[in-house]
């Protein structure tokens, strides 16, 4: 068996075969443009994860989940994603697939596709995707929140995944993706040779534990609130900054000054609550 075998042949336990059949030919396109750099940090991963990745173009949004996924053996992970994915035929059946968070505020510019928008109120997503880690399911970000086609830098991360860490405790997994284009000529293309790197998992567990405590404690709203968006954004920095060393571009927005003092029973010497 060459090379070749090995790797379309990876196990899949825990996807039925039909679907790991699915999952061998979504992988085709992989096989022949990623590097994967860091596999070696989704080992051991058996509980409920935050993945986090930096968005470049269009095809990320299916060729480095089914990535992902294939390497885990086929655990499913949820992705946040727009809603008009969940439209367009063949991609939305693949979408729907994965029990996907659909985020519904974005307008498509197709009116065909505008027209089955949800229009109604839906729960906040930050509480959908913390109630599916706490049931024991992963879930995918992007924490850009839109394609960034800037070479050189990331746009600033959207909090969302800072307090979904902080609510769920969950271990952030960072997924960094780089193009040969990119470092080469200076340009994110919409198809091209790719790299993936898999960072080591972050851990916020004296955040979360004051975070979930603060939560517990309403007596004083307005101030909580205050220091639950303080720790979110330090959380969502720290994350940003990783996917920056990861993807090779540059993360430009200064660390937020954190003014909630974790106690000594809440955090370990020499922690910190984001980079700099």
Known sequence: MNQYSERLLKPLPFLPRGRAYLLR????????????????????????????????????????????????????ISFVIDWMYGKVPILGFLMDMTDPVYVYHKRSSLRWIEAKRMTRPTDDT????????????????????????????????????????????????????????????????????????????????????????LLAGTSCKSNNNSELNELAAGVTHTIMFTLAELSGKRYNERCPVIRTRLTETTIKPKEHVCHV
């Open 126 to 213: 930050v509480e959908r995707c913390t109630e599916k880690l706490l049931s024991g399911k992963s879930i995918g970000i992007f924490p850009e929140g839109t394609r960034n086609r800037n070479p050189e830098n990331l746009l600033k991360g959207k909090p969302g995944i800072g307090h979904i860490a902080l609510k769920s405790a969950a271990t952030v997994v960072p997924v960094g993706i780089d193009f040969e284009c990119r470092r080469k000529k200076g340009r994110i293309p919409a198809l091209g040779r790719t790299i993936v790197r898999i960072g080591k998992p972050l851990h916020f567990r004296p955040q979360s534990d004051h975070y979930r405590a």
């Open 25 to 76: 030919l979504l992988m085709l396109p992989n096989f022949l443009l990623t590097r994967v750099d860091g596999l070696e940090n989704l080992a051991g991963d058996e509980g409920a994860r935050i993945y986090a990745f930096n968005h470049n173009n269009s095809i990320e949004v299916l060729m480095v989940p089914v990535l992902i996924i294939y390497h885990l053996g086929g655990r499913m």
